[in-house]
């Protein structure tokens, strides 16, 4: 029965057959957001030394890539209503491959303003992937496993956040700080691939989950809106303190070693480095799909924000190694946080999955927002103190996983 099911494109919350192969294919879109975001990182110290910005000038390809979140995550649920999860994830690859192709004029010129332009359309593509993708594998299985299940492929997003600062490191960095024309070989390989996933992606039997994609599954609930769900609106903001948190430590990181009072490394070795932080969030993600089958999702979103906000604390109050090795500690921490706030947030929403989903993915603007705060502040008390703004985005989310995370009655 369940065999027949899958063929036939619909699928309900607990049929189990034909999910695994589903879940793999989805990892792949998961590992190249990963890869595609954490280039900015790489970006930021290279376009810092070629336009000759100051910190809060820098953040702007923070604050232009992830503004394209709070601008286009509506229109993204609305395209799913349209056309569905499945080609909305499709459209999403579409759009970056657009968007990297459009780094080839900008470091022809090179202009400032035109790798922004870039980066936008980049980041709208991803904020399809982002609205369609995560509710998708929410639902894809048991609603009890949902946290377990989007940690676990957002561990293969963690692997490509791991691997692209090396891949950005050598072939943006590596004596060519002062080119702009080292990142259209990147970009352009970036844009082949996004191709190729999009077309293999288009042609999977993906499933039609019901619960949150066909109308008849649902009865409608007279004067429901999203706006009743408590776990969502606070959510939202525990995914934009969350986000803009994240970005701000992993922006910052290249910076933050090539001072003189952390290591003094040169941005290329610094790049690298870069790769732990991520790398311990991809070894979190593993981890914690196994963890959260034990423990209540929301007890650990609290006590991992409790680590993660001690680990910062000391790096701010130290120097040398012990305020190298404790910031990037502070990845493995934020590991379960993203995924664990996503599945709270939705918990319970039903047929309003799809607009509950599009409120939390626009709440990632607060990468836009904080990391140019932190910037701003870098500019003005030193970047070492200024990372005392992430701690406060921690002491939120520790609320939210301990208290704010429950449903409304």
């Known amino acids: 029965m369940s065999t027949s099911t899958v063929q036939t494109g619909r699928a309900t919350p607990n049929s189990g057959s034909g999910y695994g192969a589903a879940l793999a294919v989805a990892s792949t879109v998961f590992f190249m957001w990963g890869f595609v975001t954490v280039l900015n990182d790489i970006l930021v110290p290279h376009l810092k030394a070629i336009f000759h910005l100051n910190y809060a000038q820098t953040m702007l390809i923070q604050f232009t890539f992830f503004s394209a979140y709070f601008l286009i995550s509506l229109p993204a649920a609305k395209v799913i209503s349209a056309i569905g999860y499945h080609r909305t994830i499709v459209l999403g690859l579409a759009i970056m491959g657009v968007g990297a192709l459009l780094f080839i004029p900008a470091a022809s010129v090179p202009s ?30 048991p609603p009890e496993k949902s946290s377990s299940r989007l940690n676990l492929v957002q561990a293969f997003n963690s692997l490509g956040t791991t691997v692209g600062p090396w891949v950005g490191g050598f072939l943006i960095l590596a004596g060519a700080r002062s080119e702009a024309s080292s990142v259209k070989l990147p970009y352009l390989g970036i844009a082949g691939l996004l191709g190729l996933l999009a077309i293999a992606i288009a042609l999977f039997p993906f499933p039609i989950i019901t619960q949150i994609e066909d109308p008849s599954h649902h009865t409608a609930t007279i004067g429901d809106t999203v706006w009743r769900h408590r776990n969502l609106v606070f959510g939202a903001v525990g995914i934009f303190v969350y986000v803009g948190a994240e970005v701000s430590i992993g922006s910052f990181l290249v910076s933050y070693f090539m001072q003189p009072d952390i290591r003094g490394f040169t941005a290329q070795v610094a790049a690298q480095y870069v790769s732990l932080y991520w790398g311990g969030a991809m070894l979190g993600r593993f981890l914690g799909a196994a963890i959260l089958r034990a423990i209540p999702t929301g007890r650990a979103v609290g006590v991992a924000a409790i680590a993660a906000g001690l680990l910062v604390t000391t790096s701010i109050f130290s120097t040398g190694s012990v305020a190298m090795w404790t910031i990037l500690a502070v990845g493995l921490f934020n590991s379960i946080l993203f995924p664990s706030i996503f599945t709270l947030g939705i918990e319970g929403l039903g047929k309003l999955t799809g607009k509950g989903s599009a409120m939390l993915i626009a709440a990632i603007v607060g990468g836009a927002i904080i990391p140019l705060a932190q910037g701003a502040l870098a500019d003005r008390i030193g970047l070492h103190v200024a990372f005392f703004l992430p701690v406060l985005c921690y002491l939120y989310i520790m609320f939210y996983g301990f208290v704010g995370s429950k449903p409304r009655p």
């Open 112 to 141: 400032y303003g035109l790798f922004l332009a870039a980066l936008l359309v980049l980041a709208s593509g991803m904020t399809f992937l982002q609205v369609s993708a995560n509710p998708y594998v929410a639902a894809l299985g």
